[in-house]
């Protein structure tokens, strides 16, 4: 007695092979896509996602190669200032935390939380530090 096997995504009855899964690539697709949505997210992908976010919010408030804007307006898009790719500490000892080329420093002013931005120089190369 034969067993008959269903997809396992529409659950149709499959004919044809008998290691088929999927009655056709549509199904086969869909499932693999709703497979990885309830799946947790890869602690790769949320890092990967974040510093892109970061990146991006970096490069668009810092037009000028250095800029000081306020903690509050990245932080509420998103941007999140532990996620960063390397540092780089100047001679009067400030770390700038970078996410690829632009950098930020986190400073106190008055009691409000600013961020400075620069983009990366090449006479930084001399004393970089990694967070390897």
């Known amino acids: 007695m034969r067993i008959q096997k ?11 092979r ?3 899964k999927y009655c056709d690539l549509h199904c086969k697709s869909a499932f693999q896509y709703k497979k990885a949505k309830e799946s947790p997210i890869r602690f ?12 991006r919010l970096l490069k668009e408030y810092n037009k000028g190669g250095k800029v000081t804007i306020r903690g ?9 200032p532990n996620f960063y790719t390397h540092y780089w500490k100047n001679q009067k000892g400030d770390v700038y935390l970078f996410v690829y080329e632009y950098g930020y420093l986190k400073k106190n002013e008055n009691g409000k939380e600013k961020y400075v931005l620069i983009t990366w120089q ?3 190369a001399e004393n970089l530090n990694s967070t390897k």
């Open 18 to 20: 008998t290691d088929k």
């Open 72 to 80: 509050q307006v990245l932080l509420e898009l998103g941007f999140d």
């Open 6 to 16: 269903k997809c396992l995504y529409c659950e149709k009855s499959l004919t044809g």
């Open 44 to 55: 790769y992908n949320k890092v990967d996602n974040q510093l892109k976010l970061n990146r």
């Open 122 to 124: 090449d006479y930084m």
